[in-house]
């Protein structure tokens, strides 16, 4: 039978880190959502379901993995497992799909088919909505998988861990191949890749969980690394910083100050000074100096978000902010617990910026306009080609599309701003 991995419509709740890619691109420990399934099968997965607007740069990505291409025209409705690729896919959860017969499906605890055997098109534009069609009868699971943005952050430690199961990444570092003038504290779990750089007075705590260092990571002087910790290939950690525990940083990030519970997609940098501490960032956001976020509240309570555009209670104490792609920020930034801002926003001045800016939003606290899109595009470019990436036509288009997609939100969002601002004249307050 034909398996085939499924984004469905819950990658709305990770925008604004899925505006730019599929869900399944979307890492969560060490790997891609995308690759958990694909091991877990043992290979056998036979087409990835994105939705069509992701298909075409998704596929170039795609072409640099052994790796089932994206389904973009019908295959056929024959009979098939769809699994979802919000599910955190082991062998042994794979195998309690083996019972699952035509129109029979297992649906997660908040929604949502987790696995499901029917006959419909591979390349479905909401899999989805045509499976629960699709489903006869259906029993609930309590599968682990990820729900919301910020499930990264309550997932993401422990499955560096699993995903080292998955890969098989064995053995361990010894304690001997560290050099002597790195302090390594506990027994072992240290995963070093190739050309790896650990400088003199560097610190790797494995006490609470294993570090991964990819191959050609730097460690500078005086750097504090605390598993559980990922740091993906030609990742650089300047002296002075302290990652505590909990932190995925992708390939190509550079990182100092004080980092803790942090993921970063990839080629995200925080060089400087500034706390950074239960935070989601997508790709290519690059954080002025002393930018500091909060992500607790002075009354330990609940920190609300915004969820797919609309406000939530997130039922977490620590909670920083997430950042989409291409977000920048100037020296001195301060970002408010639970905040989220969309693709290729701008940000900058003195005060707190609103817990909801959407994307391609440029200004200060108060001060805000539209960034024009010839202009993200531009910086977007140099930035890319910094680290050797080139911004493909597919990826521009990505880019054009979520900027007419996000306009009426931008549109409230300016227009509340100017009516705010109107009613504190007339209040003599500016």
């Known amino acids: 039978m034909r398996k085939i991995l499924f984004e469905d419509d819950g990658w709305r709740r990770f925008l604004p880190l899925t505006a730019l890619r599929s869900l399944l691109e979307v890492r969560c420990g060490i790997l891609p959502l995308w690759e958990k399934g694909w091991l877990a099968s043992g290979g056998d997965i036979d087409f990835l379901a994105l939705r069509p607007g992701i298909r075409a740069s998704a596929e170039k990505k795609f072409e640099k993995f052994?790796?089932?291409a994206p389904a973009r025209h019908p295959t056929g409705s024959g009979s098939a497992l769809w699994l979802n690729a919000r599910v955190l896919w082991n062998a042994d959860l794979l195998a309690e799909t083996a019972d699952l017969n035509e129109g029979e499906a297992c649906l997660l605890p908040g929604g949502g088919i987790?696995?499901?055997?029917?006959?419909?098109?591979?390349?479905?534009?909401?899999?989805g909505a045509d499976l629960e069609g699709a489903v006869q009868s259906s029993r609930k699971v309590d599968w682990p998988h990820l729900d919301v943005w910020y499930d990264l952050l309550?997932?993401?430690?422990?499955?560096?861990?699993?995903?080292?199961?998955?890969?098989?990444?064995?053995p361990e570092t010894a304690p001997a191949d560290v050099p002597a003038a790195v302090h390594l504290l506990g027994e072992g779990g240290v995963h070093l890749g190739t050309g790896v750089i650990l400088d003199p007075g560097a610190v790797i705590d494995t006490r609470?969980?294993?570090?991964?260092l990819e191959d050609g990571v730097h460690l500078m002087p005086g750097a504090v690394v605390a598993g559980p910790c990922y740091l993906g290939r030609d990742s650089?950690?300047?002296?002075?910083?302290?990652?505590?525990?909990?932190?995925?940083?992708?390939?190509?990030?550079?990182?100092?100050?004080?980092?803790?519970?942090?993921?970063m997609q990839g080629y995200a940098n925080k060089q400087h000074d500034g706390y950074l501490?239960?935070?989601?960032l997508g790709a290519w956001v690059n954080l002025g100096a002393a930018t500091n976020n909060s992500d607790l509240k002075n009354t330990y309570g609940e920190v609300s978000t915004i969820v797919d555009g609309a406000s939530r209670s997130s039922g977490r104490m620590f909670l920083g902010c997430c950042l989409g792609d291409h977000v920048k920020t100037a020296i001195g930034t301060t970002l408010i617990t639970g905040?989220?801002?969309g693709t290729g926003c701008n940000l900058f001045g003195p005060g707190f910026h609103p817990v909801s800016?959407?994307?391609?939003?440029?200004?200060?606290?108060?001060?805000?306009?539209?960034?024009?899109?010839?202009?993200?595009?531009?910086?977007?470019?140099?930035?890319?080609?910094?680290?050797?990436v080139e911004m493909t036509a597919e990826y521009e288009v990505l880019l054009n599309t979520r900027f007419a997609a996000t306009a009426a939100e931008r549109d409230t969002f300016l227009s509340r701003l100017q009516h705010s601002r109107t009613a504190a004249r007339r209040r003599g307050e500016c």
């Open 66 to 68: 052994s790796a089932p």
């Open 114 to 127: 987790a696995a499901a055997v029917a006959s419909i098109d591979s390349a479905s534009s909401d899999p």
């Open 154 to 170: 309550e997932a993401g430690p422990a499955e560096i861990a699993a995903d080292l199961t998955r890969l098989d990444r064995r």
């Open 208 to 212: 609470h969980g294993p570090v991964v």
């Open 236 to 263: 650089r950690v300047k002296s002075g910083a302290v990652l505590s525990e909990g932190c995925s940083l992708g390939d190509s990030c550079r990182v100092g100050g004080e980092l803790e519970n942090v993921f």
């Open 277 to 280: 501490g239960n935070a989601v």
């Open 339 to 341: 905040m989220v801002a």
């Open 357 to 388: 800016v959407p994307a391609f939003i440029w200004g200060q606290p108060g001060n805000y306009k539209e960034y024009r899109l010839e202009r993200v595009i531009e910086t977007a470019r140099i930035v890319m080609g910094r680290r050797d």
